[in-house]
């Protein structure tokens, strides 16, 4: 199985922990980070293959934010993304569809996610940006 | 003009989708100064501020540009690629929007096209919001507090909601994309956005006539005004850089010798620098600074409206704020006028600062 280093970016603990169990019981290595800032300077230091974004951090839009970093960063820019988020239940207001060619990741997940669609959407995602080696 | 509304609330998502349109720029807090960069959080964005240190037109004509490169191999390659980067500039007040709209008479005007500037503008969108007037800005006596035109989407707060007025098909499309996020406006939405209007001017304190300030000029050529801003200028050149409108730039080629290839680049220039006006040969045709500052004054307020119809200032009170000399051009063109300013005096500084 090849294990990828995934960067999981939620302040929710107890979802960071089970979603880490699952990816771990799937082979890969999760690094945590709580808010955008500690997830940029992370995403800086370990280069993950995949990162896991959270909109609603210590704003509710500051995933949105983060992402805009992470494309415009020339280090960064190449790491798949995928948004895992609970905004449209939390936020009905908000009805823009992630899939209206605004939201620059590669998936979108909505909150609760599937652990199976999960697992199947990280190895997809991370397998056609090409990050094909196991580590 | 197509007229929509939008929950003051959710500007936060607007902004947020807007990134599908380019990168976005915003108004943002730095220190005691509000500049215009790339927010890492709505929370960094400052939309209620007086004016930003530096004007969008960094953006069109930026400090230093390369704007093309030389090779003896290659030939001339230009460097057009990053000026094609999409920016999108959210939270721009009315002047600074009419200040682009000055420089596209300059550059995109005539029959010669700036292509570095020509595409650095089509790719960059303009959003722009009102704004409560302070001491220094004098956009209503430069016919700048409202713009009709240069904006892809204009937002007016009326309480719980913004009024947004669509400029373009681009701004259309904006509105669009985020589809939910705006509403058809109701009657009541235009009458207290009327009130505001009319509450914004009203809150204008400082005053100046330009009617016939480009004949006064020519009467006060000689006057002894101008020589004694001169001993007070510094000759810095900030007036000029925090100028929304001024464009002058210096072009050099940097060459590299043994490789037989080079660059050329444009930096922005200053006629209150003492090598402004000097040419080939040695004669400087403004060697001291009192014809340096009169020149400015000049250019600004009559030469520009000989040339182009009205004066490039557009109020903003950048440079009064920014001066280290404290020069304060209402204060200067009272004087020339021989009125006092608002402190009651004859002097043409800013007490305030």
């Known amino acids: 199985m090849t294990e990828y280093r995934i960067l999981l970016v939620d302040d929710d603990p107890d979802f960071a922990a089970s979603t880490t169990a699952l990816l771990q019981s799937a082979g890969h290595s999760v690094l945590w980070a709580k808010t955008g800032e500690?997830?940029?300077?992370?995403?800086?230091?370990?280069?993950?293959?995949?990162?896991?974004?959270?909109?609603?951090?210590?704003?509710?839009?500051?995933?949105f934010f983060v992402l805009q970093e992470i494309r415009r960063d020339t280090e960064l820019k190449?790491?798949?993304?995928?948004?895992?988020?609970?905004?449209?239940?939390?936020?009905?207001?908000?009805?823009?569809?992630p899939e209206k060619d605004w939201l620059p990741a590669e998936r979108f997940l909505a909150k609760p996610v599937d652990p199976i669609t999960l697992i199947t959407e990280v190895r997809r995602v991370v397998e056609e940006k090409g990050k094909g080696e196991g580590r | 003009m197509k007229f929509v509304k939008m929950k003051k609330e959710e500007l936060d998502?607007?902004?947020?989708?807007?990134?599908?349109?380019?990168?976005?720029?915003?108004?943002?807090?730095?220190?005691?100064?509000?500049?215009?960069?790339?927010?890492?959080?709505?929370?960094?964005?400052?939309?209620?501020?007086?004016?930003?240190?530096?004007?969008?037109k960094k953006y069109v004509l930026p400090p230093r540009e390369v704007m093309f490169t030389f090779d003896g191999a290659k030939g001339y390659q230009d460097l057009l690629n990053e000026a094609r980067k999409p920016i999108v500039l959210f939270g721009v007040h009315s002047y600074d929007i009419y200040s682009l709209n000055i420089l596209d008479t300059v550059f995109l005007g005539g029959s010669y096209k700036d292509p570095y500037y020509s595409t650095r503008r089509e790719n960059l969108a303009v959003i722009g919001i009102d704004f409560q007037p302070d001491e220094h800005h004098f956009a209503y006596s430069t016919d700048t507090d409202f713009v009709d035109h240069g904006f892809d989407l204009f937002f007016h707060d009326i309480g719980d909601f913004y009024l947004v007025r669509v400029g373009t098909s681009r701004g259309d499309d904006m509105a669009n994309k985020s589809g939910c996020l705006f509403m058809a406006p109701e009657e009541k939405d235009f009458k207290e956005f009327k009130r505001r209007s009319a509450q914004r001017r009203a809150a204008y304190v400082t005053h100046v006539d330009l009617r016939d300030l480009p004949e006064i000029l020519e009467?006060?050529?000689?006057?002894?005004?101008?020589e004694e801003i001169g001993e007070r200028c510094l000759s810095c050149g900030t007036c000029s850089f925090v100028c929304p409108t001024c464009y002058c730039y210096d072009?050099?080629?940097?060459?590299?010798?043994?490789?037989?290839?080079?660059?050329?680049?444009?930096?922005?220039?200053?006629?209150?620098?003492?090598?402004?006006?000097?040419?080939?040969?040695?004669?400087?045709?403004?060697?001291?600074r009192a014809s340096r500052i009169k020149?400015?004054?000049?250019?600004?307020?009559?030469?520009?409206?000989?040339?182009?119809?009205?004066?490039?200032c557009v109020g903003c009170g950048r440079c009064i704020v920014a001066c280290p000399a404290k020069i304060d051009i209402v204060s200067v063109i009272m004087a020339v006028r021989g009125e006092k300013d608002a402190h009651g005096n004859k002097d043409f500084g800013s007490k305030s600062l």
């Not at chain 2, 998502?13 to 509000?34: D, K, N, W």
């Not at chain 2, 009467?219 to 101008?226: A, L, Q, T, V």
């Not at chain 2, 940097?254 to 040419?279: K, N, P």
């Open chain 1, 38 to 63: 500690e997830a940029l300077r992370m995403a800086r230091q370990d280069r993950p293959d995949l990162i896991l974004l959270d909109v609603m951090l210590s704003e509710r839009t500051e995933g």
């Open chain 1, 78 to 97: 190449d790491i798949p993304v995928i948004v895992i988020s609970s905004i449209y239940a939390e936020c009905p207001g908000f009805r823009v569809s």
């Open chain 2, 13 to 56: 998502f607007f902004v947020s989708v807007l990134s599908a349109f380019g990168e976005v720029h915003a108004p943002i807090r730095r220190g005691q100064q509000v500049v215009i960069g790339t927010p890492a959080r709505w929370s960094d964005v400052c939309l209620e501020y007086a004016r930003t240190t530096l004007p969008p």
């Open chain 2, 219 to 226: 009467m006060e050529y000689r006057s002894h005004i101008w």
């Open chain 2, 251 to 288: 072009v050099r080629d940097e060459c590299s010798i043994g490789d037989r290839c080079g660059q050329r680049s444009r930096y922005w220039d200053s006629c209150l620098y003492r090598t402004h006006a000097l040419v080939a040969g040695g004669e400087n045709f403004r060697k001291d």
């Open chain 2, 295 to 312: 020149f400015r004054y000049y250019h600004k307020q009559r030469g520009f409206v000989a040339e182009y119809g009205r004066p490039s």
